[in-house]
């Protein structure tokens, strides 16, 4: 095929008609043939996807669809067997004679190797360029009529040879970086001279990977010159790319090498240790130490048995298998709980004491109730099936007394929080099935806690969820009842493991949202928060030294006195606990901290005017409390925070009709218990020697603030109502009287719940007055005589004693 070729391309004269120029010269005319005799100036037509063709190459062509077929087939049939190639404008259209470029290439068929309907593969020479001057179209078969642009032969001109040498010398980059163009060139050397610039420069155009746009630019650039210049910036370009792709290969090669050298190098040393007896086999190395761990454990008998069937399977497995991760995961978790191992209890009340006394100070009845468990455990001879839930506000030490107990009991302690727990498998575990199953928090924490009788806190036990996937609360059931937790079955451990030796303590900030069968299985005890002075001795001996230590200072740099310790309890945290007093102390010790860093050198003692400049202003003021005006009142109220003073006001416009209001996102049960208060003064208007038309003409108004604060509750009516009888009166209240209790239509005042909590929030507030219904008498009994002290404290059971104690006395 490629000899025929030659004899087709050696038989051909071409005569060029071209302008004088000093290195281009025509063919003498003695004997020539014409071109235009041997190419017709109609060509049936190939449009070409995606790129063109150039003269001087031989191409394999792939022809599809019926019309092209038929016109290879009409170009086979002609004398001359000439075709033309033309590339398409756009290639996402379809072929059309609106979408040809305007300069193609005028071919030669050398052979048909296969045609059917609908296909045909051919082999043509493509000899010269030409441009379309008419396109014609019948049956679907493009011809053009065509003007073609002969090659020409240049004489020896050295600025054409250098641009020449400038194309060779890129041709042998290439074929040094990518050996396949070699192939390529050695084909092109058989057929054409290197000394012909203009067949040199459309053969290297047509070797790049250039776009397909780009090279038809070089296919219609005629003048030799510019067409050079065009196709060196196409080669620099694909020699730059062939660079880099032969530097990410070899980049990849090294890698894959480095790789493999290390892998052989590995399996190598394997061997060798394994032929000197220094190391075994990863799965008989994985077996002894499962083995050494049981020796150290007593196992339950089911739970033996299932380890030994674990560990014999695992014998089995190769380690290549996915149930090997599984089967060894599940021996790990089996073999690392502590089945059987205790750590000795301690019961000496003293030691417990003076734990309880360093680490807390005041919450003598919660220390007298801890004591209390700890002497029962002592002379049982153990505390097992313990649960208390420590219930109180944020910041009064519900964790740290946890950590106490497990201290003074001389137990490891562990704490998990259950807040926002949606998931029943966060507490038993999810089954071996699944894809990254593990226990539950139970079984982990035994595991962290490296002994079967910890103390296991779970704190936020309050806010614990519930979704479609289970009940955690639920699930928590079986962890802490002590008639189920001696056999606890965790999903994925699926053996009983004892947690019946555990001493589980519970933390929450209030009772109502604990599940009553969950409530059911716990102590309660109360920590209600801390007074002033209180909070001043818990200022002095914990959160000074240790916000001093963490800002890396100590006293002889920083001190704050007493009295400005009470101002700022006073004016910037009256919360129960003290997270809010720490973090203002916190704060001190910041700008202390700033000022030594700026080069102060002398100590920083904080004093009462001060505290501004330091806090900035004052967060709480004691007229924001106490207001002697009349519709006015102090309430006594019980909060998740703890204690909380509350004024509730009264007021009436007049109005043709009748009408009641209140604000303040009351709940349903404060809503009723206004109701119940308007209804009261209502009824009971000669006994207060009220107007009886007074509510015919005037609208009443009853609000709490703060309106944005959400408050429910029954304990707020003799309060109300006492609001509203100051209101009609236009007669305030005694000065410093806070009260609290739930009133009935007949005027009994019934009992309320947080005597403690109140009483401390009426200290903080500076309060000498209260009332509480005379059924709380017990509970205000069992104070600490420091929480009563300096308080006058009134009994009452019908609302007349209330009206005597407010207005009367």
Known sequence: ????????????????????????????????????????????????????????????????????????????????????????????????????QKVGVAAKILKLIHADKDSAHVLVNSLERFSIEEVHELNEVISVDVTYFLSAVYSENPELKAYSMAIISTLKELVQINPLYSEEIKLFLGRTSMDDPAR?????????NADGFELQDVLETFDIHRRIDKVLVLLKKELEVSRLQTKISQQIEEKISKQQREFFLREQFKAIKKELGLEKEG????????????????????????????????????????????????????????????SKDSYDLKRARRVLDRDHYGLEDVK????????????????????????????????????????????????????????????????????????????????????????????????????????????????????????????????????????FIATANQMDTIPAPLLDRMEIIHLSGYILEEKLEIARRYLIPKSLKSHGMNRSQVSINKSTIADIVDRY???????????????????????????RVDKVQVIKRDIEKYLGKPVFAEEELIKDSPGVVTGLAWTRMGGATLQIEATAMKSKSKGFKQTGQLGKVMVESSEIAYSYVMGHLDRYKIPEDYFDGH????????????????????????????????????????????????GSVLPIGGVKEKTIAARRAGLKTLIFPSENKKD????????REGIEVHFVKDYTEVFKLAFEA
Not at 299 to 327: F, G, H, M, R, T
Not at 471 to 488: H, K, R, T, W
Not at 700 to 708: E, M, N, Q, S, T
């Open 1 to 100: 095929m490629h000899d025929n070729f030659e004899d087709h391309d050696e038989s051909i004269e071409y005569e060029i008609e071209v302008e004088t120029d000093s290195d281009v010269h025509a063919i003498p005319d003695d004997g020539l043939v014409l071109a235009r005799d041997m190419l017709p100036s109609r060509l049936p037509i190939i449009p070409l996807r995606p790129r063109p063709a150039f003269p001087g190459v031989i191409i394999p062509l792939t022809v599809n669809g019926e019309a092209r077929v038929r016109t290879v087939k009409q170009a086979m049939e002609s004398e001359s067997q000439a075709i033309g190639l033309v590339m398409v404008k756009e290639l996402d259209e379809d072929d059309s004679t609106t979408n040809l």
């Open 200 to 208: 040199l420069t459309d053969f290297a155009a047509n070797l790049t």
């Open 283 to 342: 799965k008989v190395s994985e077996i002894e130490k499962y083995q050494e761990r049981l020796k150290k454990l007593t196992l339950s008998e089911e739970a033996q048995k299932a380890v030994d069937e674990e560990i014999e399977k695992l014998q089995l497995i190769e380690p290549s298998s996915p149930e090997y991760n599984v089967s060894r995961n599940y021996l790990d978790w089996l073999t690392i709980l502590p089945w059987g191992k205790f």
């Open 368 to 503: 007298e109730r801890i004591l209390e468990f700890i002497a029962v455990g002592k002379m049982k001879g153990d505390i097992s099936g313990s649960i208390l839930c420590l219930v109180g506000p944020p910041g009064v030490g519900k964790t740290s007394v946890g950590k106490s107990i497990a201290d003074a009991l001389k137990r490891k302690f562990y704490r998990f929080s259950v807040g926002g727990m949606r998931d029943e498998a966060e507490i038993k575990g999810h089954r071996r099935t699944y894809i990254g199953a593990m226990p539950g928090k139970a079984i982990q924490a035994m595991k962290s806690a490296g002994t079967a009788n910890p103390v296991l806190m779970l704190d936020e036990i309050d806010k614990i969820g519930a979704s479609f996937q289970g009940d955690p609360a639920s699930a928590l059931l079986e962890v802490l009842d002590p008639e189920q937790n001696g056999s606890f079955r965790d999903h994925y451990l699926d053996v009983p493991f004892d947690l019946s030796n555990v001493m």
């Open 573 to 599: 945290a009256r919360e129960a606990g003290v997270r809010g007093l720490e973090n203002k102390i916190k704060k001190i010790m910041r700008k202390a901290a700033m000022e030594f860093a700026e080069g």
């Open 699 to 746: 609208f009443i108004h009853l609000h709490v603030p703060a309106g944005a604060t959400p408050k429910d509750g029954p304990s707020a009516g003799i309060t109300m109502t006492t609001a509203l009888l100051s209101m009609i009166m236009q007669k305030p209240v005694r000065k410093k009287l806070g009260m609290t209790g739930e009133l009935s239509l007949t």
């Open 780 to 787: 205000y009994d069992d104070l600490a005589d420091y929480l």
